[in-house]
């Protein structure tokens, strides 16, 4: 298909598995994350299986990082069609033991993130008629213990979809996607009572794989969705549809 999709939050996870499914389909990828070397790692592993990639360090709470980006993609004549906001994070405590900086930088990196996406390349997406996917959560939908800057901040981009799909149709679709409890590092830490209390609240009785997200998001960014927009599409195994202890 060759249009240029950029994608934060690319390095791991649902990220990679975003660029991977892009590039499989012959789009030109734009793998970014604070973490470079491993956004460079997957970029690498793009090309060696035959598609186009580059990798670039973004810490998408800076404005700076974003201004350095877009002169470099303008400059190479490599402007988004397609943003994917995939970036995120999450420090676990209850509200009145967080601590003011945590919730900032989650809400700036989980929430800004997108604001800044936009912000910068509207114009580019306006030109191409393309299209944002947003990488929300179920924690969007219910709640958990220990969450509360990380369900404000996605709760924030479910908002915010919606309001972008009107401010920027029609030539512009935005939409949002719901994981669930999908298989990434994030669970290397949850001992094996919370992963079996993750898979009883999905109705389907598993994780999900980050290429399932992956293939959702791939979906609504392209022409197979033309007119869905303004969408929170949940990809969580019914998770969001289901009362389980």
């Known amino acids: 298909m060759n249009r240029v999709v950029l994608i934060t939050g690319a390095a791991n996870?649902?990220?990679a598995a975003i660029a991977h499914t892009f590039a499989d389909q012959?789009?030109?990828?734009v793998v970014t994350d604070l973490d470079a070397e491993s956004a460079e790692e997957v970029a690498r592993t793009i090309r060696a299986a035959g598609g186009s990639a580059t990798a670039h360090g973004l810490d998408v709470a800076s404005d700076a990082d974003?201004?350095?980006?877009?002169?470099?993609?303008?400059?190479?004549?490599r402007p988004p069609?397609?943003?994917?906001?995939?970036?995120?994070r999450n420090t676990v405590a209850p509200v009145h033991e967080l601590d003011p900086a945590d919730w900032q930088a989650t809400v700036d990196v989980t929430l800004g993130g997108v604001y800044r996406s936009v912000r910068t390349f509207h114009d580019t997406l306006t030109a191409a008629h393309g299209a944002v996917v947003n990488v929300a959560s179920v924690h969007a939908l219910l709640g958990w213990p220990g969450h509360p800057a990380y369900a404000a901040a996605k709760g924030g981009i479910v908002a915010l979809t919606r309001q972008l799909s009107v401010e920027y149709a029609p030539n512009v679709r935005v939409n949002a996607v719901l994981p669930g409890s999908i298989e990434t590092r994030a669970w290397d830490s949850v001992d094996e009572a919370g992963r079996a209390a993750a898979r009883r609240q999905a109705t389907l009785g598993r994780f999900g794989r980050p290429e399932e997200v992956a293939s959702v998001v791939v979906f609504l960014a392209g022409e197979g969705s033309s007119y869905v927009t303004g969408a929170a599409l949940a990809v969580d195994g019914g998770q969001s549809t289901t009362v389980a202890v």
Do not use: P, Q
């Not at 012959?26 to 990828?29: A, P, S």
């Not at 974003?66 to 004549?77: D, F």
């Not at 069609?81 to 995120?88: D, E, G, L, Q």
């Open 26 to 29: 012959g789009d030109d990828v």
């Open 13 to 15: 996870g649902i990220g």
């Open 66 to 77: 974003w201004t350095a980006l877009s002169e470099e993609l303008r400059g190479a004549g």
């Open 81 to 88: 069609a397609i943003v994917v906001n995939n970036a995120f």
